[in-house]
């Protein structure tokens, strides 16, 4: 049932009507070349104003907090361990078993792989001139026509969302043509908890509509400078825009 809603004639042309805008896009030139991400990309959804911020104006920094230090700890570790063999320390121990699984799958081993994208679809390297997505891999292990794509994570599962794992499958079929189908997980280290998703190259434009969708509204925003304030739940006490009338700091 599913299979048929995705290729349904309703669906197509939605996709259609969206690839046909994106490519009016491309006849021509941005007035502001920009680059995004899984993570800018959210923070706009999130709050144009909040992204203008931080990402355009620049007057504001985020404060590094605990938790991410600590995630890219965990980061290394597992690089060094699946790259290089390098013995996990102690105090990352929890993640030798789920590591070993994964060191036991066959095929290329590629850890913390930078994955890049040109505006029209075509792959590049990460800091590419004409680079337009971005992309990290914590660890891609590709096997001939088949691929796999996973990505740690420190917290809990709970609110655990597959679109980033989404768009990094969506570089590996542009990298690797080969690859027709990418097995991808969140792997929750801490809460020892997997979330698997899985994309097949067929379905490469279903996929693909959503995001240009998105992208063309970050595009008008950065066309018509308009960044519009957007009261969310992080505005209550973890916004770094202080100077905001929702910042609950204020208060």
């Known amino acids: 049932m599913l299979n048929d809603l995705l290729h349904s004639s309703r669906h197509n042309t939605i996709f259609s009507n969206c690839w046909t805008t994106f490519s009016n896009l491309l006849e021509k030139k941005m007035t502001n070349k920009y680059t995004w991400s899984y993570s800018s990309l959210s923070l706009f959804k999130q709050c144009p104003h909040r992204y203008y911020r931080l990402k355009v104006a620049k007057d504001i920094t985020e404060p590094l907090g605990e938790h991410l230090v600590y995630g890219n700890e965990v980061h290394k570790a597992a690089e060094n361990y699946i790259g290089k063999g390098t013995p996990i320390p102690e105090q990352f121990s929890f993640m030798q078993e789920h590591l070993d699984k994964l060191k036991d799958i066959p095929g290329e081993k ?3 792989e930078r994955l890049g994208l040109t505006y029209d679809l075509k792959p590049c390297t990460f800091f590419a001139k004409d680079v337009w997505w971005r992309g990290v891999a914590d660890l891609l292990i590709i096997q001939e026509d088949r691929a796999y794509v996973i990505d740690y994570k420190t917290g809990k599962p709970k609110f655990a969302e597959t679109d980033q794992l989404e768009l990094l499958a969506l570089a ?3 990298h690797y043509p080969q690859v027709k189908k990418v097995k991808a997980g969140l792997l929750f280290v801490v809460a020892s908890d997997f979330i698997k998703a ?3 190259q067929d379905d490469e434009g279903t996929y693909w509509s959503k995001w240009l969708e998105d992208t063309k509204r970050l595009e008008g ?4 400078n308009v960044w519009n304030k957007k009261p ?7 916004c770094p825009v202080t100077d905001c009338e929702h910042n609950g700091k204020q208060h």
């Open 110 to 112: 590629l850890c913390e």
């Open 172 to 174: 590996v079929f542009k």
């Open 198 to 200: 899985n994309f097949e």
């Open 221 to 224: 925003a950065i066309e018509n």
């Open 232 to 238: 969310n739940f992080s505005c209550k006490g973890w």
